[in-house]
């Protein structure tokens, strides 16, 4: 693979290599990334969650731009740590974090091979994600990309965050331009997603380094416009925002109607399994209100 050095606290992965154990499985990338696929429909049990990322990895493996599956790789790599070790051992959830910023990377280098050149020269990848296109496998590519990047700087620490803070806003920015309703519906790029990553960042930024509570409420409040049935949003937002303004009723409000969710989601969203951790997550909050405020 193609590793390039970082200034961010990492470094940057922009291409995998096919290799020999992949070529001997004998499956082919379709059939290795189908297996991940329905693997990936029962995402909520961890070991299943663990198959459809083996699958995935394979089929990359035999086919090193698919772009498509990369970006799958991406979010699954995200949603295994966040679902399945934010409770457990800190070093493979930091691991699994930077799995997926470097799935990520190389799922953006597949799918757009202009992205790329600007990369490997050197350039910021925040400058570069004007190439994108907009494109559904970029979107996702490059929100998953920053989305673990965050979430791995902030388990990394303070000084990690500010360094890779404007690189994370300058790809989020770049994927809220190319959110549009045309291509992802009303509900925008998974279930109002850009809109609850800013949500998120502005809330835990400090003032100086672009926090912002009152664009944080805003983007906390478009997303569950956009998308009132999913859970996460309003988990995100009584865990950053309320807690920080010490507003224990929202708090409280929010995580209620979390637990209150269907256990399924709208028809054609197949969020089940994210409701379920949301869910857990809600609870989770709960028990730690009286600490908090």
């Known amino acids: 693979m193609t590793v390039l050095a970082c200034s961010t606290g990492r470094q940057s992965t922009w291409e995998v290599k096919p290799t020999e154990n992949a070529k001997a499985e004998g499956d082919t990338p379709e059939a290795l990334a189908t297996q991940g696929d329905e693997a990936w429909k029962k995402r909520d049990d961890k070991a299943s969650c663990e198959a459809a990322i083996a699958a995935w990895e394979k089929a990359v493996a035999l086919k090193p731009d698919d772009a ?25 959830y ?33 400058e570069g994600m004007q190439h994108l296109t907009g494109t559904p496998v970029e979107v ?10 965050g979430k791995w700087a902030r388990a990394k620490g303070f000084a990690v965050t500010l360094g890779n803070k404007d690189r994370i806003r ?11 309703e045309a291509t992802f519906g009303k509900q925008g ?29 805003n983007h906390f409040e ?51 399994p994210e409701i379920k ?10 028990a730690q209100a009286s600490e908090r405020f």
């Open 68 to 92: 498509a599956t990369l970006g799958k790789l991406a979010h699954g790599y995200y949603f295994l740590a966040d679902a399945h070790l934010r409770n457990g051992d800190k070093d493979a």
């Open 94 to 126: 930091l691991t699994t974090f930077e799995k997926g910023v470097s799935r990520g990377e190389a799922a953006l280098a597949a799918a757009n091979p202009k992205f790329k050149e600007h990369v490997v020269a050197g350039g910021k990848v925040e």
């Open 140 to 149: 996702e590519a490059a929100y998953w990309y920053a989305a673990s990047l």
């Open 170 to 180: 300058g790809v989020m920015t770049r994927v809220l331009e190319l959110d549009t």
């Open 189 to 217: 790029f998974f279930h109002g997603a850009v809109d609850r990553y800013f949500g998120s960042f502005y809330a835990v930024a400090p003032g100086f380094a672009g926090g912002d509570m009152e664009k944080a409420k």
């Open 222 to 272: 478009k997303s569950i416009e956009k998308a009132p049935y999913y859970p996460g949003t309003r988990v995100l937002y009584a865990d950053t925002w309320a807690t920080k303004k010490g507003d224990r009723a929202l708090f409280d409000k929010l995580l209620a109607e979390v637990i209150a969710l269907p256990d399924q989601g709208p028809e054609g969203t197949d969020i089940a």
């Open 277 to 286: 951790v949301e869910k857990e997550k809600a609870r989770e909050l709960q």
